[in-house]
């Protein structure tokens, strides 16, 4: 019995010290020191020996046993440490090592030159407002002026929502001027950029959805002159010193007298090539006098105030301001044409 007992302190150590992993520590504790395991059973063999060597051979199990106990609780601690430093050295992080840089986006040119827009608008003592590209049609056109059976209501040019035509998709920023007077006290200076919407194909100078910066000014005694320097001074700070523009007249519901403005081509000069099909020219925005049923629509006195107002282009800017010769690049957002601004 006692080689036997030697026999299994021997095989228990042995394959305890082969362990790899904690996991394996529990299967050799129920091998041996467990209910049914090699030692138990030892001692249930006992009841054979006589009654002299029966508390000798007692002590001796119990003392492997201990042993045993020992051993695996030295090899599960050795077993923990290893597993942590494996650990550790898996999850070290080298700090020495080079970061990688994140690869940084920037602004759109597009809203460069809004950037820039809003900025001198600001300086000039405007407030910048945003609304709703979701309008009501008694907004984008009635309360403009432009009542039932003006040819821009039509279901051709429109987004409606509804067969009653009661909401739609604006398709201008004009509606800003009509929201801004309902909710703001007088004298106003604003501007309001944003989305529009027409059902309009796409080519090289159209898109469905395109952007527009609304502007307007209300006060006592102000006149064209003010619309004219005003724009000008857009103009020079935007394109540079000395650039030429022009004001054409022209028809818009909401204004009276009513203008476009053109800026010299900033691709030719003025001598004519494909950006401007050869006019020299190109429009940017379209502008006049508050027609007086606008401003008596929204509870305001013709006789005792007046204003302009004006829609601008923002692509159109954009491209001007830039030197982009065609609309589409504003819109593909290829990071080849947008790195360079
Ligand atoms: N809303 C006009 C358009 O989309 C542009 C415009 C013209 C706006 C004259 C104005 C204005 O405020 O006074 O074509």
Redesign the pocket.
């Known amino acids: 019995m006692k080689e036997q007992l030697a026999k299994i302190k021997a095989e228990a150590l042995n394959a305890l010290e082969s362990t790899q992993a904690v996991a394996d520590l529990d299967a050799l504790r129920v091998k041996y020191l467990g209910k049914k395991g090699e030692l138990t059973s030892l001692l249930k063999q006992m009841g054979a020996l006589s009654p002299e060597e029966r508390p000798r051979m007692g002590a001796l199990v119990n003392e492997v046993k201990a042993n045993l106990e020992a051993a695996l609780e030295g090899q599960a601690k050795k077993l923990e440490q290893a597993a942590m430093e494996a650990r550790l050295k898996l999850e070290a992080v080298d700090v020495t090592i080079p970061g990688k840089a994140p690869k940084l986006g920037h602004k759109h040119p597009m809203y460069l030159a809004l950037d820039e827009i809003k900025d001198i608008f600001i300086g000039m003592g405007f407030t910048v407002l945003d609304g709703p590209e979701i309008e009501l049609a008694e907004l984008n056109f009635d309360r403009?002026n432009a009542e039932e059976g003006h040819p821009s209501r039509d279901w051709s040019d429109t987004f409606y929502f509804s067969a009653d035509e009661k909401v739609m998709l604006r398709?201008?920023?004009?509606p800003m001027?009509v929201r801004a007077m309902d909710t703001m006290e007088l004298p106003i200076r604003i501007i309001a950029p944003g989305r529009?919407y027409r059902k309009d194909e796409v080519d090289a100078t159209h898109s469905p959805m395109f952007h527009?910066v609304?502007?307007?000014v209300i006060d006592k005694n102000v006149t064209m002159a003010d619309l004219k320097g005003t724009l000008n001074t857009l103009a020079e700070q935007l394109f540079g010193k000395g650039t030429v523009t022009r004001f054409r007249p022209?028809h818009?519901p909401?204004?009276e007298p009513?203008?476009?403005m053109d800026v010299q081509c900033h691709k030719c000069g003025g001598a004519g090539c494909p950006t401007c099909k050869g006019e020299g020219w190109i429009e940017i925005?379209?502008?006049?006098?508050?027609h007086p049923r606008v401003l008596e629509m929204a509870g305001i006195d013709p006789g005792e105030w007046s204003g302009?107002?004006?829609?601008?282009?923002l692509e159109r800017t954009a491209m001007g301001r830039f030197k982009i010769s065609d609309l589409r690049l504003i819109f593909e957002n290829d990071v080849r044409f947008l790195e360079q601004f």
């Open positions: 403009l398709s201008q920023t004009s001027q529009v527009q609304e502007g307007m022209h818009f909401f204004t009513s203008c476009e925005l379209g502008a006049g006098m508050i302009w107002a004006f829609g601008m282009g």
